[in-house]
């Protein structure tokens, strides 16, 4: 088979699975990394080499409806909320649309894999299908039983459940058992609304749990005892007004932390926004909030093997961003300045 030319990066690289900025290039071909070393090339490209981000939490099915109005959660997307409403009375064409937009600006915000959230099915399952095709992201689908059944649709990643707090414990239990069986993930929203899924949701040994924003230091201790990794989604909790997250003790914790972006319907799917919430409001430490972003976040929907840090032999899924832009020239510290303040006009390039 004939070798596609080799893509040349220089600058500085945020090298390895602990992000050490390194000066020099790295090269691309067939679709993964070849090599990185020290020393100055003839490059295609030069700037920030970084990873590409990982989104471990979002509902893109609600993305034909932005920014309702600031309602609290149950009646947002709660059984009979703003969003099962919407839903119902949308065409199929335009919730595909919606879909599409969303995984589009995911890939031009520098995101290379997501976890969906996903409702309604099989039918569900066709319309992100249909929506993501020939886009150049990698999907982890969190699907349901359908109204009535106990089995997981068999195409998808992982089961997702809403809440323990929304169904029967021994339901619960059957359907995740089933779920197991089939080799498949288990992810449970917790502790959003209230601390009093929590416990349930321990009980029944998920993959990750999604929020924790209501638990308290002896739920969080509990998790880390089960070593159970969260994904937090600040942005959606703000929206939503439910409080959030302790990601310092979470940290202190040992917990494993990824990032979501929830909602399209709340919240724009752009990884680089979640980030600097995060680290100027919860976590004043941008290595582990840009691991959070990348490497830990692949590493809790089964993709870490493959991406989520530049390292030879794995997949060139990376991006350039621009040292010289207007918003990042003087930047010190590239991880810093891509943490805090770089945005998708910063990128110059997406592999
Ligand atoms: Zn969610």
């Avoid at 197991?180 to 449970?188: G, T």
């Amino acid at each position: 088979m004939p070798q596609s030319r080799e893509i040349l990066l220089q600058g500085t690289i945020i090298y390895g699975d602990d992000f050490q900025s390194l000066d020099g290039y790295v090269s691309l071909q067939d679709g993964f990394i070849k090599e990185f070393g020290t020393g100055h090339i003839d490059a295609d490209f030069e700037g920030i080499v970084c990873p590409r981000f990982v989104n471990a939490h979002v509902h893109v099915g609600d993305s034909a409806f932005k920014d309702p109005p600031f309602l609290p959660l149950s009646d947002l997307v709660g059984p009979n909320g703003l969003k099962a409403r919407l839903l119902a009375e949308t065409p199929r064409e335009l919730i595909i649309e919606g879909m599409r937009r969303s995984l589009m600006e995911m890939v031009n915000t520098g995101t290379c894999a997501f976890a969906d959230f996903r409702e309604g099915g099989e039918e569900g399952l066709l319309r992100l299908t249909e929506a993501a095709r020939d886009l150049p992201l990698l999907m982890r689908i969190f699907g349901r039983p359908c109204e009535g059944e106990l089995n997981t649709p068999e195409s998808c990643w992982g089961l997702g459940i809403s809440s323990t707090r929304d169904h029967d414990l021994d339901y619960l239990k059957t359907v995740t058992a089933s779920a197991r069986k089939a080799r498949q993930a288990l992810a449970i929203h917790a502790g959003e609304a209230a601390r009093d899924d929590i416990c349930d949701s321990i009980t029944l040994e998920p993959d990750f749990l999604v929020h924790m924003n209501r638990a308290d230091e002896s739920d969080l201790r509990s998790v880390a005892r089960a070593n159970i990794p969260v994904v937090v989604c600040p942005r959606s909790n703000l929206v939503t007004g439910v409080g959030l997250p302790n990601v310092k003790k979470m940290v202190e914790q040992g917990i494993m932390l990824g990032i979501g972006t929830d909602n399209v319907m709340l919240n724009s799917p752009d990884i680089f926004e979640e980030m600097h919430l995060l680290v100027k409001a919860l976590l004043h430490d941008d290595r582990q909030v840009f691991k959070m972003c990348t490497l830990n976040s692949a590493k809790i929907i089964g993709l870490d093997q493959r991406l989520g840090s530049i390292r030879e032999g794995k997949e060139a899924r990376v991006m350039v961003i621009n040292r010289n832009s207007d918003n990042l020239w003087g930047s010190r510290d590239p991880l810093a300045s891509i943490v805090r303040r770089a945005g998708p006009s910063d990128i110059l390039a997406i592999f």
